[in-house]
């Protein structure tokens, strides 16, 4: 199964209300969220770190830049480090590298949302491809994904919310 088939099927399953769109090749969020005609702040974020050799998901808006010193103290891990694509890819193996959605929970994942993300309404993420991305409800995310909100996007992004 990929990685959009297995998501849709869990959001339906799930009975949550959601789009799948479709756009220009976008590799980062921010060529997401132009491609989608958004505000980064509404475009979900997937960076994968590493927290003392165990992969994480982490969560923040397109415009966010993960705060690695705030992220290890927030975490109470000795090392903290952005994953490296051979460290993660076998945990998405139907997904596009760096297409990964936000729910970690999928994969057997621990995901962490930073709290400026958990303010937005509606949220935009990769759905496993870099031309496909799924629109929905924050709050219908969190309910399904059951991430942890923390406070670990760097100070400077955070003067953006």
């Not at 590799?27 to 165990?54: C, F, N, P, W």
Request: contains cysteine; hydrophobic residues 45%; charged residues 20%.
């Amino acid at each position: 199964m990929r990685c959009k088939e297995r998501l849709q099927e869990f959001l339906t399953e799930n009975g949550v209300s959601f789009q799948i769109e479709q756009h220009r090749v976008a590799y980062t969020a921010q060529d997401l969220a132009a491609a989608e005609h958004i505000s980064g702040r509404q475009v979900a974020k997937v960076v994968v770190a590493m927290a003392d050799g165990d992969v994480i998901m982490l969560v923040l808006p397109a415009s966010g830049h993960v705060d690695l010193g705030k992220l290890r103290q927030t975490l109470a891990a000795k090392e903290v480090w952005l994953a490296k694509e051979e460290e993660f890819a076998t945990h998405f193996p139907d997904c596009e590298v760096g297409a990964m959605p936000p729910f970690g929970n999928l994969y057997g994942v621990p995901v962490y949302v930073d709290q400026a993300l958990s303010r937005a309404n509606e949220i935009v993420f990769p759905a496993g491809s870099h031309t496909e991305s799924v629109r929905m409800s924050y709050a219908a995310y969190e309910a399904l994904a059951h991430p942890a909100v923390l406070d670990f996007a760097s100070k400077s992004m955070l003067a953006q919310f």
